[in-house]
């Protein structure tokens, strides 16, 4: 079974991963504590299952979000870029971040099956596992200039059959 330590230390190198070739900046953990980002951030989540199942969340407040975009774009960071890029923008960063954690994690835990992601305004996303869930989080420092944060909530357990 992967430890908490284990999949904070995926969860890093992932992120670190998907930013620095994809959305062509450097990232590297911080030592902050959550920034204060309130109703102006956008969280982008995407949910997983198997015999790992939780959510995947990226927070970041827009100014970040929007360099993101125009980064992942190609375009200049002053390119006016309207809600829907921005959105899909970390929306696609979520996924690919899921999608590195999973390559990752699969040979040890088995398949995983990996929802579509959605993103919302707002700093938290409030999910019940039950008892048994744990919860990781990264604060990253991006570029110098930016704070996110990235968070793993799961819960070990064979996927649910329907059949």
Do not use: W
Request: hydrophobic share 45%; with cysteine; aromatic share 4%.
């Amino acid at each position: 079974m992967m430890t908490t330590a284990c999949l904070k230390d995926v969860l890093l190198d992932s992120a670190r991963e998907v930013f620095e070739t994809m959305v062509f900046m450097a990232l590297a953990e911080s030592g902050e504590n959550s920034p204060a980002m309130g109703e102006t951030a956008l969280l982008g989540s995407i949910t997983f299952k198997g015999n790992l199942k939780g959510c995947l969340a990226i927070c970041c407040d827009v100014a970040c979000a929007r360099t993101i975009a125009a980064n992942m774009l190609g375009m200049d960071a002053s390119a006016e870029l309207g809600e829907a890029d921005i959105c899909d923008a970390i929306g696609e960063l979520a996924n690919m971040v899921m999608g590195t954690v999973k390559s990752r994690i699969q040979n040890e835990l088995g398949p995983i099956e990996v929802s579509i992601p959605s993103v919302v305004r707002g700093r938290e996303l409030k999910n019940s596992m039950g008892e048994g869930a744990s919860m990781v989080t990264v604060m990253a420092d991006i570029e110098g200039q930016y704070t996110a944060e990235f968070s793993l909530l799961y819960r070990s357990g064979p996927s649910e059959r329907h059949g």
